[in-house]
């Protein structure tokens, strides 16, 4: 798998060096790359979003595990480099980082784990419970908590959950003197479990927002672009439909002025009613306008020529409501359930692990919970786990940025009281924190090491 994934690293950029455009195409590994302006050696910033989770694990015949990997490439002037990012691994939600040719490990929240494929490589890889729909920002940094020898270089992993302002350290990988990180990086969408077909891929969707450099300020780009790589998966005949493309059944990616969508397999996406000569395959889902913020959705009964939908809520010969679902519609469509209101909570089809959505009045999300209990109390409004709810995530919105500044807190916020997670400045050392504990906490380290409040981080936000 490395030397396959060095192989396309390669391909990638020969074919970006050639003056790639926006593709659109059934090719199953949708990519794309920036070029900062300005070099950015010691440090970089990646930021992506999962709009559309593959959801998960289901047994049946003839279904892909939920197994996806959304990443970004770690790159360096005098080396191959790696990767980062989350993935899907037969559905358990996991975070990762690796380093080809690597020479060393020390795990954070992420356990060390053994990487060895064609050759040696550093890894931290571990079950991390991100949620569809939250803005994230990986940093690569020369560590601040274990300085560089002859040997080599100490690179500090950082996880930042933008929409909950709290954030991570995933661990430490060393590598030999490579000159430092490039100004260029790609990204990818892959599915690394087959069978590889249309009618059972799980489809997904992802946002990247662009590379940047020092600290979050290098951010001007040389260039940008989104490309297609790999093989196609099949969609045979009887999964075709009167006029349908590439793009309606394969997986594309596009350039937003440096913004990069990434789709797969979008057979099993949202398609527009009307389309394919008012014809559909059963299980397809459809909606007026999929553009829209939030389509509504409908699932097709059967194969063949399709009417008029029903009112929201309802069904008919043709189609079953689905709703505001599609950050989780291959949950929705593997359970075989519409997603339901608190208003049907009463409702006698509603079981033990189905999915609501909650239109939240204090910050204004669309967010999914996953009942876990009989007689629920109401949904946690903080974007927690609580009362009988599971919260999975939310509805991320086109227009926002991805890449908005973690929060920051000092000493005497919250009357010394905060979250697991957050990030405090030290005004005396000069020096970031993260809080290790939910709750009131004491003083800060004086030196760049940990005590029982606080995780040393480093001397940048």
Not at 129 to 139: A, E, L, P, S
Request: glycine letters at 10%.
């Amino acid at each position: 798998m490395i030397k396959y994934k060095r192989i396309l690293f390669i391909l990638m950029w020969t074919i970006i060096a050639q003056g790639s455009s926006v593709i659109n195409s059934r090719a199953y590994t949708p990519s794309g790359e920036w070029t900062l302006q300005k070099s950015s050696p010691t440090v970089k910033d990646y930021s992506m979003r999962v709009d559309v989770d593959p959801g998960e694990q289901y047994s049946g015949a003839g279904y892909a595990p939920s197994s996806v990997y959304w990443a970004e490439y770690i790159t360096f002037n005098n080396a191959s480099g790696g990767y980062l990012g989350l993935q899907r691994a037969n559905g358990k939600k996991i975070a990762l980082a690796s380093i080809w040719d690597g020479t060393g490990a020390k795990a954070g929240i992420l356990p060390t784990v053994n990487c060895y494929e064609f050759g040696s490589c550093s890894s931290i890889k571990g079950e991390y419970n991100w949620k569809v729909g939250h803005k994230y920002r990986f940093r690569v940094e020369k560590s601040p908590r274990t300085p560089s020898d002859n040997a080599g270089d100490w690179w500090q992993i950082s996880l930042a959950d933008l929409t909950t302002g709290t954030i991570d350290i995933l661990g430490e990988l060393k590598t030999p003197k490579w000159n430092g990180l490039k100004n260029y990086n790609g990204v990818f969408l892959e599915y690394f479990t087959g069978p590889y077909q249309c009618n059972s891929l799980r489809h997904s969707k992802t946002t990247m927002g662009q590379i940047k450099g020092n600290y979050g300020k290098e951010t001007a780009l040389s260039s940008s672009n989104a490309s297609i790589y790999g093989n196609p998966h099949t969609c045979g005949q009887e999964y075709l439909l009167p006029n349908m493309t590439e793009a309606d059944h394969g997986s594309t990616a596009s350039n937003n002025k440096g913004t990069l969508t990434l789709l797969g397999n979008n057979y099993r996406g949202i398609h527009q009613w009307g389309k394919y000569q008012k014809q559909a395959k059963k299980g397809m889902m459809f909606a007026s306008n999929p553009t829209v913020a939030e389509p509504y959705i409908y699932e097709a009964l059967h194969d063949g020529v399709y009417g008029a939908f029903p009112a929201k809520g309802a069904d008919n010969k043709d189609w079953k409501s689905i709703g505001i679902g599609y950050p989780i519609i291959n949950d929705l469509y593997f359970r075989n359930q519409r997603v339901y209101e608190w208003e049907e909570l009463k409702n006698s089809n509603v079981k033990i692990g189905d999915y609501f959505v909650y239109h939240n009045p204090i910050n204004l999300d669309t967010e999914y919970f996953k009942l876990t209990q009989t007689n629920p109390g109401y949904f946690p409004t903080d974007k927690t786990n609580g009362n009988g709810w599971e919260y999975v995530g939310r509805y991320s919105r086109s227009s926002e940025n991805l890449y908005n500044n973690l929060p920051v807190h000092t000493w005497n916020d919250s009357n010394h009281s905060g979250k697991k997670g957050e990030l405090y400045y030290d005004t005396s050392t000069k020096m970031y924190f993260i809080l290790k504990n939910t709750g009131s906490y004491w003083y800060f380290p004086t030196t760049a090491t940990d005590n029982q409040y606080w995780q040393f981080f480093g001397y940048n936000p």
